[in-house]
């Protein structure tokens, strides 16, 4: 990856826990979550894109956020943000990994 690619990534992160925190104390979908995103930053295979995303975020030492995976439809999974997540989103602990301009 280059420098570029890794913002990018990094950037998307920060979006996906900003959005979370939006909707703090609601399950909601992958499906509605990648419709709040700005996404015009993240080319065309954004699903694919969020799978990374989610999957760092998500990931062990991380759990910023948790997934109840749909089988059937990944987009259909529903996600919110950890109480972790939440002190992310807040600014109480930072990430490298991490890019949040709000």
Same mark, same amino acid.
């Given at each position: #990856?280059?420098?570029?690619?890794?913002?990018?990534? +990094?950037?998307?992160?920060?979006?996906?826990? %900003?959005?979370?925190?939006? *909707?703090?104390?609601?399950?909601? =979908?992958?499906?509605?979550?990648? %419709?709040?995103?700005? #996404? =015009?930053?993240?080319?065309?295979?954004?699903? $694919?894109?969020?799978? $990374? @995303?989610? *999957? /760092?975020?998500?990931? @062990?030492?991380?759990? /910023?956020? +948790?997934?109840?995976?749909?089988?059937? !439809? /990944?987009?259909? %999974?529903?996600?919110?943000?950890?109480? +972790?997540?939440?002190?992310? @989103?807040?600014?109480?602990?930072? !990430?490298?990994?991490? #890019?949040? /301009?709000?």
């Amino acid at each position: #990856m280059n420098l570029m690619e890794v913002n990018k990534a +990094k950037e998307l992160r920060g979006q996906i826990i %900003s959005r979370l925190y939006e *909707y703090y104390g609601e399950d909601i =979908s992958l499906n509605v979550l990648k %419709s709040v995103l700005r #996404m =015009s930053l993240f080319g065309t295979d954004i699903t $694919k894109e969020i799978k $990374k @995303a989610i *999957y /760092y975020l998500g990931g @062990a030492g991380k759990e /910023y956020v +948790k997934l109840v995976l749909n089988e059937d !439809d /990944y987009m259909n %999974s529903l996600i919110w943000l950890t109480p +972790k997540g939440v002190n992310l @989103a807040e600014g109480d602990i930072e !990430d490298i990994g991490v #890019m949040r /301009y709000e």
